[in-house]
């Protein structure tokens, strides 16, 4: 049974790959998904604003504890003496290239033009396979219209792509008013693949406090459908790599991004409720499925049910929306 | 050697730590001022896995004391390893009883000492040689150095010599000069110590040791019969020590070419007059000698580095025959003696000389005092003595450099005689404490010391606040070594980082003709002219100064640099100066720059490289009008209000001119009038709370964890508001039952810290504007008089009637006045809002012993000091002791008052016949436990004193003496961790268990917070401080268990950010119980990491993690037979990473070590959910489960 598929131009032994987690913060952790089958490993996003506030932290805490008073000259050791900044995500990067064989794609989410350009580019010196970019960016400011937000997606794609010789994946949400012309410009921009989609955490209120709630819950199986819609169509009109994630709680899921066109699917929802073994039952019930069927090689799988594959493509536009709404009455 | 040696920059307690960790086994360390550096560097270097020169990391162990040190010093000693430690001044003190046993056993050890004043009738954290000649007896060498390249190479002489001789040697230099002085110096190649360090006696010295493979006895008890002879044994050795001190410094010298000797001579080859001195001060002395004797005088300086063992043949080896006089100059005091141990020391080498011919005559003697305390000591003394010593018949026992207007000791000199300073540039830079100048100049001396061929020197001055301080940085550079271990007292180049400190001082004044001045100004070029004071404008003119200025402030944060403004003023600096050229310079800087950030990315180097350019097109030079036009002076130090001590005294050590007040206009004997940090108006916040009156709830949250007292509260009859200015707030009391009245809070906007911790603490929202709150910082207007009026009509209301108040809630008790005000704490500190509450609650009957650390420094360090008086001159009376002390002498305080009460009460009823029988009664028997109840009892006290006056009876004078001691007195111990954990444990366990009434405050920050952050035995498992680098893997004691099982011990776990009314009440609770109490309380700290604006939400989270439980423990309830023990937060409601990573202490370790950090705090969250468990389950326990009690 052959698993392999190829994502941003790179060989992966299995479709199934974890997906930016804090799984991944742990190298030991890293080795035991590819014990346990990966196909490779997205690791957890590192913040650019994040690290900029941590490193304001620290500077404004040495500050304002240094050369204070006679007898305290200071309290903490130099900044230069620790990790701040990038340099543990990095070297979480170097550690997992040296334990593992199977592609480590960082995962950077950017702020600024600088940002951008200089994680990415510390990331592919520390020895990553492949760069997810990750915008999370909701366009609060009512003055910004729609085209100047999807230039400001294209533009970060173009500079990171100037920077970097390795892949990039763009992780991007869904809510374009044309999709399709979005993966189409992006691909133009230099992207390798496209991650279907990315998830919004948004807030809840708790209305006994009358407060705003930043509470996380994993993703569901039903939330698949609007990732499979996109890959369904986008496969075979693109030539950059789909990534198909959010929902994929086990086999089922994996299989129907599968038969929409993804060249890999990714989770960690299922690791953290099931733990990373659950990667081998995922592998183990893929395997199974695709015998069920005589498939052997995913590869014969993808794009299956595609959009360009069925006999009846307007199932994927307004046509099937019709006959669903017919099939309520 | 064949390599070249490498030059370095550093200081002389890094100089000194750095061969004592490369030729030792074992450092027994503990942190004392100003020494503590060199422990911590080999702390540091052990972490870093660097080795001696054997190959192996020397063993860093923390102890819980000096004395303690002493001990395990000792024990490593006699078990054979290379041992060493390094202290100062009481922790030598506390070393003495261990150091004879070293010594009489002839044991090899160097113990290095930055030495430090003895406190008297004051502490003093600066340098002298006090602690040296107490530990004169002990029979430990003493081996001075002068420099900062000294204490390098003699420390390394010093352990050669006690390896060789069998002597233990203190190697010393001058605390706060040499210690804390950066200087260039020649590093020792480990080839060069390893040549010095004879393994033979090495390993000689570990075959001394015991061994149960070949035992024998040491340490044993004498008899009458041969303890005598016993101790004449040792003859022999001391008498060939100078010898072989001498062989090592010769040996040394072929090694690295710098010579030394126990005793040096420089000056005229046929001087007739010669000082004689060792330390820092005889670089002074040695440099003035060379520059005078070029002049043809006949004088000359007689370094001493080998002190004991005392070999006066060395010395008139040293001495040319031409001298006919001779002062001794020593830097200690020994009052009551013939003389300073010093001089008494020369006196009898040379009278021994004189009677075994060794010289022809006696050369005439006299001994001096200077410099005690880090007194600045400079070429134009070291001129005065000369010129002393050139009169007919010189003054002995005399002091220089201050104004003895009493005894008249003092030797009169003219200030302004100064060497030939053109051979250095000379700078001064006025910052702001935390502001980065002193870290800038520090990198600019590495920059110019390791880089250039020029040397470079720097020595930085604090003032005595933890906030708001100002810095002056003292740098000289120059092509030759700089031996001027003095002050510049005038500067080529001056920088004032922050614009108001020309407003308010006259920085100029040790401006050079012709210097430079750098301004940081937010005022432009156009406009800067008219904002200076008079004095300031003609300072410029006339001294012809060229004027730079720059705003620092905007480039910073146009450059995205923040509010720092170091890189900024430090590029300034390189670019004027002229100490490099322009463009040398700026390439330095920028090398630098690449150095520090290298970590950070290339987008921090080029943010930084952006603010260097931008500050070079930013700095424009301003022409100097030819005539002043200010009529602007500068503002009085303090108000013409207050008292005449304080103007005279007090005010001139504020302005910084403390050294010219005389012996006349201090007090004998440290007694200083309290309540005088009101008269500083220290104006250091730029932000300060306002208060919206219509949004306020009147909580009394804000001004509960005010540190430093600057929110009172009033409520008064509306009738007061009349004549009430404009501007003055006021809002109807929102309480029952109190109709017509009206709540002002009012803010002290000169006296706030800008802490932001009582905007923090409002519950109350503006409804409109969910942004604000009742409280909110506000920038401070640059104007103050409406504040100033506002502040004045508030003081005229009267306060509120504490028997009116209720005391037991947090709203109540801020209407009660503060006792403890606008101390020199840090901003947003966690500690004084507990010890404003104490002032508060109990203020006029307080007593408080308070233990060394940062409450007896923000409560007790001179200028002025925080704890106050109220209107019938009542308040807190306070003293520090010591340290280690301080459970006893509270304990003491305690037993007096009791004493005094007791013998009040016998002569009351000696006296009652004479006297009211119902007033005798009512002193005798009515309680006083409430406000009311003291206050009936005072009026009791004023009627009895009425009577007394009129009496004749001798026993009536004796009952005055005493009648005040008839009002109860709340004795309050108070002090930190270092001292309740680790150095007073002793003493407070023993003091607990004395039943005495006391009550202890343990402002608890889990580490020793004013000497830098070291760890304690409160430090928290996987918490990072100095001397745990590695993170702390063991539990933090449970003092509170400890004192519980006593039984009869009140104790509480408080932390006020969390829970304020639990704090008011375990404070209170304690207070009222008839017998020992702990209240341990959690007190955030600039030690922790924090954003220290969130000190009281991280107080909320160590309690919401469970970290630190609130809990009493009163055996009055186990008395009346019920559970004792109360738990008063809720179970934890967050796990505790969720509390510990706000704080950098904590965090460190997961940058340093990842994978240790996840074990500790994995071990830490199960001994908090253990804790918490263990105190759960005592909550529900019956009463008979706890001890039973008296």
Redesign the interface.
């Known amino acids: 049974m052959d698993l392999r598929t190829t994502y941003m131009g790179l060989p992966l032994r299995s479709p199934i790959v974890v997906s930016a987690s804090t799984l991944s913060q742990d190298p030991g952790k890293i080795v035991q998904m590819e014990d346990c089958g990966a196909g490779a490993v997205v690791l957890f996003s590192l913040f650019e604003e994040q690290i900029r506030a941590e490193?304001?932290?620290?500077?404004?805490?040495m500050?304002?504890?240094?050369?204070?008073?006679?007898?305290?000259?200071?309290?903490?050791?130099d900044?230069?003496?620790?990790?701040?900044?990038?340099?543990?995500y990095l070297e979480i990067i170097r550690k997992a290239k040296e334990q593992v064989e199977i592609p480590i794609i960082a995962s950077l989410n950017g702020v600024t033009n600088?940002?951008w350009i200089?994680y990415a580019r510390?990331m592919e010196q520390a020895g990553a396979d492949g760069i997810e970019i990750n915008i999370f960016y909701i366009p609060a400011d009512t003055s910004l219209t729609g085209a100047e937000v999807e230039q400001r997606y294209v533009d970060i794609v173009k500079t990171v792509k100037n920077t970097v010789k390795i892949p990039i994946a763009v992780k991007l949400n869904p809510y374009f008013s044309a999709m399709g012309n979005m993966a189409k410009r992006l691909e133009e921009a230099g992207a390798d693949a496209l991650v279907l989609f990315n998830r919004f955490y948004q807030p809840n209120f708790n209305i006994d406090k009358m407060e705003v709630v930043f509470d996380l819950e994993y993703s569901h199986p039903n939330e698949i459908r609007l990732p499979l819609l996109w890959i369904a169509i986008l496969r075979g009109q693109l030539n950059a790599s789909l990534a198909a994630t959010t929902g994929i709680q086990g086999a089922p899921e994996i299989i129907k991004y599968l038969l929409a066109g993804a060249d890999v699917t990714m989770t960690a929802s299922a690791l953290y409720k099931h733990g990373i073994r659950y990667l081998q039952t995922m592998n183990r019930e893929l395997k199974e499925w695709m015998d069920r069927f005589m498939f052997v090689s995913v590869r014969e799988v993808q794009g299956l049910l595609s959009q360009q594959n069925i006999a009846n493509p307007s199932a994927y536009e307004r046509a099937n929306y019709i006959k669903i709404l017919e099939a309520q009455k | 050697m064949s390599t070249k040696p490498k030059v370095v920059t550093i200081d002389g307690n890094e100089a000194a730590s750095y061969v004592a960790y490369r030729v030792n086994e074992v450092c027994a360390i503990y942190p004392i001022t100003p020494s503590s550096p060199m422990a911590e560097f080999a702390d540091e270097w052990t972490t870093k896995g660097i080795t001696n020169i054997w190959g192996n990391i020397p063993e860093i162990v923390e102890m819980q004391s000096e004395g303690g040190a002493a001990g395990a010093v000792h024990g490593a000693l006699q078990a054979g390893a290379l041992t060493t430690t390094f202290t100062a001044s009481q922790g030598l003190m506390l070393m003495l009883p261990n150091m004879y046993k070293i010594a009489g056993e002839l044991t090899s050890a160097v113990i290095h000492v930055a030495a430090r004043s003895l406190a008297a009738q004051a502490l003093s954290i600066f340098g002298d040689h006090s602690d040296i000649m107490a530990a004169r007896t002990t029979g430990f060498g003493l081996l001075a150095s002068s420099s900062v390249q000294e204490a390098h190479d003699q420390a390394l002489i010093a352990q050669a010599a006690t390896l060789a001789s069998r002597i233990p040697f203190i190697h010393f230099f001058d605390g706060f000069r040499t210690s804390h002085e950066v200087n260039k110096l020649t590093l020792l190649s480990d080839d060069q110590i390893r040549a010095m360090i004879d393994d033979k006696l090495v390993i000689a010295h570990r075959e001394r040791g015991l061994s149960p493979d070949h035992p024998f006895i040491r340490g044993t008890a004498q008899n009458p019969d041969v303890y005598f002879q016993g101790r004449e044994t040792v003859n022999s050795y001391y008498l060939e020590t100078p010898g072989i001190v001498q062989d090592a410094m010769d040996k040394f010298a072929q090694l690295t070419g710098r010579t030394y000797h126990l005793f040096d001579y420089t000056g005229a080859p046929d001087a007739e007059r010669v000082i004689i001195l060792m330390g820092s001060g005889a670089e002074t002395a040695m440099e003035t000698a060379d520059y005078l004797a070029e002049k043809g005088e006949k004088v000359g300086v007689i370094q001493v580095r080998l002190f004991r063992p005392f070999s006066i043949k060395h010395f008139l080896k040293a001495l040319p025959t031409s001298v006919k006089k001779i002062a001794v100059l020593d830097r200690t005091k020994e009052p009551g003696s013939a003389g300073e141990p010093m001089y008494q020391d020369f006196a009898t080498g040379l009278l021994d000389a004189l009677q075994n011919g060794k010289i022809a005559q006696m050369p005439f003697l006299v001994g001096g005092r200077y410099g005690l305390s880090s007194k600045e000591f400079t070429p134009a003394m070291v001129k005065g003595i000369f010129d002393e010593l050139a009169k007919d018949k010189p003054k002995n026992f005399f002091t220089i450099g201050i104004e003895d207007d009493v005894t008249h000791m003092n030797l009169t000199y003219d200030p302004s005689f100064t060497l030939d300073e053109s051979k250095w540039t000379q700078a001064l830079f006025f910052g702001l404490g935390a502001d980065g100048t002193v870290g800038a100049n520090k990198n600019s001396i590495k920059i110019i010391g390791e880089n250039t061929p020029l040397y470079a020197q720097g020595f930085f001055v604090y003032d005595s606040k933890k906030s708001g301080s100002q810095t002056v940085s003292h740098l000289r550079f120059g092509p030759k070594p700089i031996r001027a271990p003095y002050l510049i007292g005038k500067a080529d180049f001056i920088a004032c980082h922050k614009f108001n400190f020309i407003e308010k001082s006259d920085i100029l004044g040790a401006a050079k003709e012709g210097a430079t001045l750098l301004l940081n100004s937010p005022f432009g070029p156009e406009e800067i002219w008219d904002k200076f004071p008079r004095l300031i404008q003609e300072a410029l003119i006339q001294k012809k100064l060229r004027f730079f200025l720059i705003d620092a402030t905007k480039v910073a944060q146009e450059t995205g640099m923040g509010t720092m403004i170091n890189t900024i003023m430090q590029t300034c600096f390189f670019a004027l100066s002229g100490v490099l050229p322009r463009e040398e310079a700026i390439a330095q800087i920028k090398k630098a720059i690449e150095k520090t950030y290298f970590k950070k990315g290339p987008a921090v180097i080029q943010k930084n490289f952006a603010a260097v350019d931008a500050t070079l097109a930013r700095l424009f030079e301003v022409k100097v009008p030819s005539q002043s036009t200010s009529k602007k002076e500068f503002p009085p130090i303090v108000s013409d209000k207050a008292p005449a001590f304080v103007k005279e005294v007090t005010a001139m050590m504020m302005a910084g001119r403390g050294d010219e007040l005389p012996v006349s206009m201090l007090p004998v004997d440290g007694t200083y009038p309290s309540g005088t940090t009101k008269w500083e108006k220290r104006n250091i916040a730029e932000f300060i709370p306002s208060w919206e009156a219509d949004t306020c709830i009147q909580c009394g949250n804000c001004s509960f964890v005010c540190p430093h007292s600057v929110i009172r509260a009033k409520f008064f009859h509306e009738g007061y508001l009349e004549g009430a200015p404009i501007s003055f707030k006021s809002a109807p009391i929102s309480a029952r039952g109190f109709p017509e009245t009206r709540y002002t809070l009012e803010i002290y906007a000169e006296d706030c810290t800008g802490c932001n911790l009582c905007v923090e603490a409002c519950p109350a929202y503006d409804l409109k504007d969910r942004t604000r709150k009742a409280i909110n910082m506000v920038e401070k207007p640059a104007d103050l008089e409406k504040e100033r009026a506002n502040i004045a009509f508030f003081e005229g209301i009267p306060l509120n009637d504490r028997s009116q108040v209720d005391f037991s809630s947090v709203r109540g008790s801020q209407y009660l006045e503060p006792l403890f005000e606008f101390s020199g704490a840090c901003a947003g500190c966690g500690e004084t809002p507990y010890v404003r509450l104490l002032s508060q609650l109990f203020g006029d009957h307080l007593i408080v012993a308070n233990a060394t650390g940062c409450s007896s420094i923000y409560g007790g360090n001179q200028p002025t000091t925080p704890w106050t008086t109220n209107a019938e001159g009542r308040g807190p009376a306070w003293s520090n002791s010591l340290f280690e002390d301080n459970a006893e002498f509270g304990l003491g305080m305690r037993v007096s008052a009791d004493k005094h009460a007791q013998m009040a009460q016998d002569l009351l009823r000696k006296l009652a016949p004479e006297l009211n029988a119902e007033l005798v009664d009512a002193l005798l028997h009515q309680p006083q436990e409430l406000e009311s109840q003291l206050r009936k009892q005072r009026e009791r006290v004023a009627a009895l004193k009425v009577q007394l006056l009129k009496m004749e009876n001798p026993l009536a004078d004796h009952l005055l003496s005493v009648a005040d001691s008839l009002v109860r007195r709340s004795v309050w111990l108070i002090g930190g961790d270092g001292w309740a954990y680790d150095i007073g444990s002793s003493g407070l366990d023993h003091v607990l268990a004395s039943g005495r009434n006391v009550n202890v405050l343990v402002l608890d920050t889990e580490v020793y917070s004013n000497t830098g952050g070291q760890m304690s035995k409160a430090t928290p498992t996987a918490a990072t401080a100095k001397f745990a680098a590695a993170g702390k893997r063991v539990g933090k004691k449970d003092l509170a268990l400890q004192a519980i099982s006593y039984g009869n011990v009140y104790v509480a776990q408080v932390a006020m950010g969390a829970n304020p009314q639990q704090t008011l009440l375990a404070i209170r609770e304690a207070e009222a119980y008839d017998g020992p109490s702990l209240v341990l309380a959690y007190s955030h700290c600039i030690a922790h990491g924090i954003d220290m604006t969130k000190g009281m939400e991280q107080q909320d989270l160590a309690v919401a993690s469970g970290y630190w439980p609130l809990l009493r423990y009163n055996p009055a309830l186990r008395k009346a037979g019920r559970n004792p023990f109360v738990l008063d937060s809720p179970r934890p409601s967050i796990k505790l990473p969720e509390y510990a990573y706000k704080e950098l202490r904590y965090k460190i370790l997961t940058r340093t070590n990842p994978e240790e950090a996840k074990v500790l705090m994995e071990l830490a969250q199960e001994l908090v959910d253990q804790r918490w468990n263990t105190y759960e389950d005592m909550a529900t326990w019956k009463a008979e489960a706890f001890s039973p009690i008296y």
Do not use: C, H
């Open positions: 490193m304001e932290f620290y500077e404004s805490v500050r304002s504890t240094s050369g204070v008073f006679a007898e305290a000259m200071d309290y903490f050791p900044e230069s003496e620790y990790n701040i900044g990038t340099e543990q600088e940002g200089e510390q």
